[in-house]
């Protein structure tokens, strides 16, 4: 009798455990985003900032570089959970791995495909940073466009540009946080944004 409770409690421990993990899945995503296991083996962030420069800059980004973001995505882990990103992009796609990384940093994302779109957005929600790219809409120049447009109406969000082909000879537009494109840069150019509205 006293063994058939012992194993019916273990049912009944299990069963909330796998529903309290169902639903808080969201917190314990982002707890294991900065937890680290013996042997240095780091979840979420890690694994989706090595997908997205497999896909992105596999040459360019060196371990020490990622390493570098990874210290610092941990240590402001404060700072980028619970932030909200309007980013701006045509071809969403493209930026799926790199959405993924920020996702596991507890940012939440809304999508926009056009700056008229995106100017919408910006109408309906607060944002605590966006994230343009700039050829857009058979424009070469829209993301900087944007960038005016939204200056224009008043707004202050910090804008990081993300694009394909960086030129650094064209700098970076307007009052920008920066440009860039490589993830690991990315990381920390939210980062820099970020802590200007939330640190």
């Known amino acids: ?46 694994a989706q900032l090595d997908d997205a420069i497999s896909k992105r800059a596999p040459a360019a980004v060196s371990d020490a570089a990622r390493k570098r973001v990874l210290r610092r995505a941990t240590r402001d882990f404060a700072t980028t959970s619970g932030a909200r990103i309007l980013w ?29 779109d995106g100017v919408a957005a910006l109408g309906r929600a607060d944002y605590d940073l966006i994230i343009s790219n700039m050829n857009r809409e058979d424009h070469k120049n829209e993301g900087a466009r944007f960038l005016a447009q939204v200056r224009t109406a008043g707004r202050r969000e910090p804008v990081v540009f993300y694009v394909m082909n960086l030129d650094p000879s064209r700098g970076t537009p307007g009052d ?18 970020l802590e200007r509205v939330r640190g």
Not at 176 to 193: C, F, K, R, S, Y
Request: no cysteine; glycine share 8%.
């Open 176 to 193: 920008a946080v920066g440009i860039t494109n490589q993830p690991d840069e990315l990381v920390h150019l939210v980062l820099d944004g």
């Open 1 to 46: 009798m006293v063994g058939q409770i012992a194993a019916l409690l273990w049912v009944i421990l299990a069963a909330f455990a796998l529903v309290f993990g169902y639903y808080r899945r969201d917190e314990l995503s982002r707890l294991f985003s900065s937890v680290k296991l013996p042997g240095g083996i780091e979840f979420t962030f890690r």
């Open 88 to 116: 701006v992009d045509d071809t969403p796609d493209g930026n799926l791995p790199e959405r993924k990384v920020l996702r596991s940093l507890g940012i939440m994302i809304d999508l926009a495909r056009t700056s008229e």
